[in-house]
Nanobody, 128 residues
Framework: QFHLVESGGGLVKPGESLRLSCIISGSDSNYYAIGWFRQAPGKEREGVSC????????HVADSVKGRFTISRDGAENTIYLVMDNIETDDAATYYCGAAPWSSLQVPCGLASSAYGSWGQGTQVIVSS
């Protein structure tokens, strides 16, 4: 059972950058994907990016491709989401979750229903 804790959110202006952190504990298994999701008020939870722990292969949603990067610091058991060139539509509460994953050929998926062990979330506010 994973325990995930997000941090790094805050108030940013359009065009600025932000790095979110998801600290992982509770399981040593690498056959999981850690995903970043976001949810704005009144909207469904949206998958942003995920990373398969066994291979460190990422998957980034088309909506943020080229602006968001997911990475892993194994020594610190942390998954980062670097958000560059932030847009007003990026404002949301960002969550990380864990999903069982075993495919070495297919990138991890971004369906929120497959994920669990959600953290408490970190809020990103975008305002000029």
């Amino acid at each position: 059972q994973f325990h995930l804790v997000e941090s790094g959110g805050g108030l940013v202006k359009p065009g600025e950058s932000l790095r979110l952190s998801c600290i992982i504990s509770g399981s040593d298994s690498n056959y999981y994907a850690i995903g970043w999701f976001r949810q704005a008020p009144g909207k469904e939870r949206e998958g942003v990016s995920c990373l398969f722990l066994a291979t460190n292969v990422p998957h980034v949603a088309d909506s943020v491709k080229g602006r968001f990067t997911i990475s892993r610091d194994g020594a610190e058991n942390t998954i980062y989401l670097v958000m560059d060139n932030i847009e007003t539509d990026d404002a949301a509460t960002y969550y990380c979750g864990a999903a069982p994953w075993s495919s070495l050929q297919v990138p991890c998926g971004l369906a929120s229903s497959a994920y669990g062990s959600w953290g408490q979330g970190t809020q990103v506010i975008v305002s000029s």
